[in-house]
Each structure stands twice: as C-alpha cells, then as structure tokens.
C-alpha cells in the first residue's frame, strides 16, 4: 500500500502547534515555527541562547526559542545524576520527569506534536481538548529493532535488550494513539506498519543535517596522493554493522594493500570495545569529534561506508552526502540514497557485500566520482525546500483529512 508523500498546498491560515521533544533535530522545526509566530509552546529538555549561567553546548538553540515557554532543567539534572551513579534504564529518570512536566501544562493550539517516549499524557491531553495529534517516529519501534538486531547480538554471545521496556513500549502506544504519524524514512514507515500503525496514518517527512548546508558550500581539497581514504562515522557498534565492516576490511587491505586506509570516528559502545581493541591492519580509529574535524575528513574522503542495522534517518550519510562521498549504506540506515545513482545499498549483516562494493568504487574511479557528484546534487536539491516546509506540507494534509 502506498504511504503519504505530503505536497504543500496554499492554506488559508497556518495552523499553531504546541511541541514536545527534545532538543537536537526538532529544534530546525521549532525555529521555523517561532519565527512565524506559531510555536505556542515548546516542551523540552533544558534550551538556552548562550547567555545565563547554565550554557550546556548540546543545549544551544536558535535566540528566539529561548523565548518560548517549555524549558525543563530538572528533568536533565536527574538524568546526568542516573548516569553518574549509573542506574539501570538511566533514561527514565529523564524521560519520565520530562513528561509529568509537560501533562501539567495545556495551551491552546491547533496540532500537537510529539517526539520521544514523553509524549503520550500530554498527548492525550491535547486530544481531549480537540488538538490534531502528531507523534513522530525518528527511529524504529522496539518490536522492529528486535528483528534487526537480535541475531546480530546472539552471533556474539549478546542479548539485545532495549534500555528501558517501559520506554519503549510508551513509543508503541504513541504511535498507535496519535492521529497521524511522521517517518523520517521508508524504512522506519515499513516498521510502523510492521508494528500495526494503520497505513493511512503515516506520513513521510524526511529530515535533513543542519550540517548540510554548510558542507555544500566548501570545496573538496585537491588530493595528490594515491591512497582510497574509506571514512566511517557513528557509534561503534553492533547495531551499527562495525563488526561486519571490520571483517570486510581484513580481506580488502590484503587486497589493495596500502592503496586504501580506514578512518573510523565516533564512540565506542561496551558492545563493540573487543573489536576496537583489535583493529586490523590500515584501519584508524580517532574517537568522538567535533563537528569541524568531522567535516574536514568528510571533504578529504573518496568513500563513506555506514553498514547499520537499524536507524531512523542517518544524519551522517547526509553529511557525507553533502561533502561529496561516495556513500556504501544499507536500506535499514534510512538513508535518502538512491540505489546506483546517489550511493550504493547493500544488505546488513554481509561483509561480503561491503567487499564487493568498496571494491567495485575503487577499481571504477568514474562511478565514484560519479555517485559522489548525484549525491551533493541531491542534498542540495533537499536543501532547497527546507525541513520546515516539508512538516508544514504534512500538517496540512493531516488537517485536510481530519477537517
């Protein structure tokens, strides 16, 4: 069954929304909503412009949502406590704060929208009060990680568990309540529908990195060495394929010896710490980076594999993307490449696969470069409309089909 593709459509008045989330991706939306006067009121974690005394970096929002009403420190305060005296399921001494705080408040608006597992009291809140319902669904659901996960972890001795049951479920039940639902991807709609999310509810809006447009903007260097620089970027993990890329690279180092390196940048999750301890030959691991120093590798590599299992909508392959990487990444990754044309899609959970495409960029240079090209030119394309558009064309198709 075919899943919205929402278009905008000239409106008559633009709908107020009141927002729950946190604080990174949403933050795109709730400057677009601001700036126009619709963002009644936002509920988050803490948020801040870069002035008062508490200025945490993953805190710092656009100046005119500081304004807006919703800000939650305590929630924050006791999640860094949890994970300090590391308490199990620390998440929920956050995530459920977060949401009695935002139950007790009530405004008037036309659409509520919900991400997170917080959102479910004052989502029907809103409803009660005859709100439009919108949760947003940026990863899958714990019903379809479990699918894509659990053999991966059983194959190293694992159980995968999610970090909170109580959590996790609250997401099922948002997404089953709510009026309409939003997907950052195919793959993460085919996973509401997997979970029983009617069809007609979902709702494709794909996302797009704050980063983009800035990597579009800069020239890739000009290289006079020889040597293929392959670049990973992410959590180490076993949810994100790093074991199977690990053993691809063992045979395509033996292969192409020392006309290849790989870099991988991001941190190392307990689940993935013996593979890192033990990296084979040409392969690099920096460790978490800034945003800059990300940027610069990006610009400096040929080809950007991300192998993961199970993702929402892979801010870094958009990056990578936008810098003009040749992109390996799997359909689970929910990536917006297109097969053959702006990247390659393979399998997860196939080493083989990650052999025989690095190898098939690196032995036809022009279908690199190629690929590479198509994927800026679609980023840039995406860029172009804006996230905020596209959620706005979604609310009005949502509104059109609940009058």
């Given at each position: 069954m075919e899943l919205i593709r929402?278009?905008?459509?000239?409106?008559?008045?633009?709908?107020?929304?009141?927002?729950?989330?946190?604080?990174?991706?949403?933050?795109?939306?709730?400057?677009?909503?601001?700036?126009?006067?619709?963002?009644?009121?936002?509920?988050?974690?803490?948020?801040?412009?870069?002035?008062?005394?508490?200025?945490?970096a993953n805190r710092l929002t656009d100046p005119v949502l500081a304004k807006v009403s919703g800000r939650h420190l305590v929630p924050d305060l006791l999640a860094k406590v949890a994970r300090k005296i590391r308490l199990p399921a620390y998440n929920l001494y956050s995530d459920v704060p977060l949401s009695m705080l935002t139950a007790l408040h009530a405004p008037r608006a036309d659409i509520f929208h919900g991400q997170g597992n917080y959102s479910l009291p004052a989502m029907q809140r809103a409803k009660a009060r005859g709100m439009i319902t919108i949760a947003d669904i940026t990863g899958q659901l714990a019903e379809t990680r479990h699918k894509q996960l659990g053999e991966e972890y059983a194959s190293h001795n694992r159980t995968?568990?999610?970090?909170?049951?109580?959590?996790?479920?609250?997401?099922?039940?948002?997404?089953?309540?709510a009026d309409a639902v939003f997907a950052p991807s195919d793959t993460v709609a085919g996973g509401l529908l997997d979970c029983g999310v009617a069809p007609q509810k979902i709702f494709l809006v794909p996302f797009l990195s704050p980063h983009c447009q800035a990597l579009l903007?800069?020239?890739?260097?000009?290289?006079?060495?020889?040597?293929?620089?392959?670049?990973?970027?992410?959590?180490?993990?076993?949810?994100?394929?790093?074991?199977?890329?690990?053993?691809?690279?063992?045979?395509?180092?033996?292969?192409?010896?020392?006309?290849?390196?790989?870099?991988?940048?991001?941190?190392?999750?307990?689940?993935?710490?013996?593979?890192?301890e033990n990296l084979p030959d040409g392969c690099e691991w920096l460790g978490p980076l800034s945003q800059d120093k990300v940027a610069e590798l990006m610009?400096?590599?040929?080809?950007?594999?991300?192998?993961?299992?199970?993702?929402?909508?892979?801010?870094?392959?958009?990056?990578?993307?936008?810098?003009?990487c040749c992109v390996i990444t799997t359909f689970d990754a929910g990536s917006p490449v297109v097969n053959h044309i702006t990247g390659l899609i393979i399998p997860p959970r196939n080493s083989d696969a990650i052999t025989s495409a690095v190898s098939a960029v690196i032995e036809n240079p022009q279908m690199r470069k190629s690929l590479a090209q198509s994927a800026r030119d679609q980023i840039s394309e995406d860029t172009k409309t804006g996230y905020g558009n596209r959620v706005d064309a979604a609310y009005d198709a949502v509104l059109s089909r609940h009058g």
């Open positions: 929402p278009v905008s459509r000239p409106q008559k008045s633009a709908p107020t929304v009141w927002m729950v989330s946190r604080v990174d991706q949403a933050a795109i939306l709730a400057s677009h909503l601001a700036r126009h006067n619709r963002l009644i009121r936002w509920d988050s974690f803490w948020r801040h412009d870069g002035t008062g005394p508490l200025t945490p995968y568990r999610e970090i909170s049951g109580f959590l996790a479920r609250r997401r099922t039940r948002e997404a089953l309540f903007a800069r020239a890739r260097p000009e290289r006079q060495e020889t040597v293929i620089r392959v670049l990973y970027v992410g959590n180490l993990s076993l949810a994100k394929g790093i074991a199977h890329l690990l053993d691809a690279w063992s045979f395509l180092r033996t292969t192409y010896r020392v006309r290849i390196k790989l870099t991988l940048v991001g941190r190392v999750q307990p689940c993935a710490r013996s593979l890192i610009l400096g590599s040929d080809i950007f594999v991300f192998p993961s299992l199970s993702e929402g909508s892979s801010l870094a392959v958009m990056e990578a993307m936008a810098a003009g």
